[in-house]
Each structure stands twice: as structure tokens, then as C-alpha cells.
């Protein structure tokens, strides 16, 4: 079993896909500038706790398995994640060597976590994914849309971040979304 270093360059990415919150989803890793997914062979509500802690999304309330956000694609890249559930993030757990595995992708892991809405809430919408899309804002109940003047990389940096996302790539105006 090896934990610590993620491989990557910069922090850890994770993201979860499938589910149409930001806050539940199949798990998925970046990687060797591929994403993968995450076995569920000892996955359970404490790796999903540190996951959840890592993404500002509350408190783990599942730790689905058997692909039930869908299965994923490419490599299975984690498989026998193994939390004390101190980590700041999902890549400081143990776990097999990257890409080492006994799984396929009908056991694809996920996670629930409660959401949280003491901050302010930001989404992306209407993108290709969780983490691309346009930036809109939840104020007094509504939701809307950020004007993009003044919009910067470092700006999307701040949202990316926030819906932990990794980090931003571009920020493109225009509406193009």
C-alpha cells in the first residue's frame, strides 16, 4: 500500500460525476493528465468523510458502490482506499499503487455528502461536466449569473477551487456557456 504523494503536479484533483449535485457523484481522479475512477473494494463513510471534508461539502451521508452514479471511463486509477479520517484529502489515505487494481468499472465508487450552504454557493452550469460551465451565484433564494467584466483566471480560480474542481484551466467570456 503507498499514500502521501499523488503523482501530480500542484494539488490533488477529484471530482464527482454522474449525479446532478456537486455534493454526490461517482468518484474520479486526475492522474497522469488522465481521469480514472475509484474502485469500492474497503470503500466505505470514512473515506467518503474525508472526500466530502476535501470537496466543502459537509458530512458524508453515503458511501455507494457498484457504480451507481454510472459506470465510469479510462483507468481505474485507486482501488483499497483506506482512510484513518484525519486526511485533508482522499490522496493522503492509503491506498495500491496507482492504476493497480482488482475491480472493473461495475464497481465504480461514489459518495453523498450533505452539501453546505453556510457559504455562499456557487455552481456551473449548463457545461460538459461538473467543473466547466457557466458561474452562477445563489442570492436570497435565486439562482443567477455572474458578469463576466472584469472576469479573470484568477477569479476561476477562486470558484474552482471552491467547488474543488482542481485548478482552473481558462476562463472563457462571452456567454460561452
Known amino acids: 500500500m ?31 493528465h488522465l481521469w480514472g475512477t475509484v474502485c469500492d473494494d474497503t470503500w466505505g463513510l470514512r473515506q467518503a468523510q474525508v472526500l466530502c471534508a476535501h470537496l ?44 493497480e487494481h482488482n475491480c472493473h468499472h461495475g464497481e465504480d465508487a461514489g459518495v453523498v455528502c450533505a452539501g453546505n450552504s453556510s457559504s455562499g454557493e456557487v455552481r456551473l452550469a449548463a457545461g460538459p461536466h461538473l467543473c466547466a460551465g457557466r458561474v452562477e451565484v445563489l442570492h436570497e433564494g ?15 480560480q477562486v470558484v474552482c477551487r471552491q467547488l474543488g474542481c482542481g485548478p482552473a484551466l481558462e476562463a472563457p467570456g462571452r456567454a460561452r456557456f
Open 2 to 32: 503507498e499514500g502521501g504523494d499523488s503523482g501530480l503536479s500542484g494539488e490533488p484533483q477529484v471530482r464527482l460525476s454522474g449525479a446532478p449535485d456537486r455534493c454526490a457523484g461517482r468518484v474520479e481522479v486526475l492522474h497522469e
Open 142 to 156: 435565486r439562482w443567477g449569473t455572474v458578469c463576466e467584466h472584469g472576469w479573470d483566471l484568477r477569479d476561476a
Open 56 to 99: 466543502g461539502c459537509g458530512r458524508a451521508l453515503e458511501a455507494p458502490g457498484a457504480a451507481r452514479y454510472g459506470r465510469g471511463s479510462g483507468p481505474i486509477w485507486l482501488d483499497d482506499v483506506t482512510c484513518s479520517g484525519d486526511e485533508p484529502d482522499l490522496f493522503r489515505c492509503a491506498h495500491r499503487t496507482w492504476g
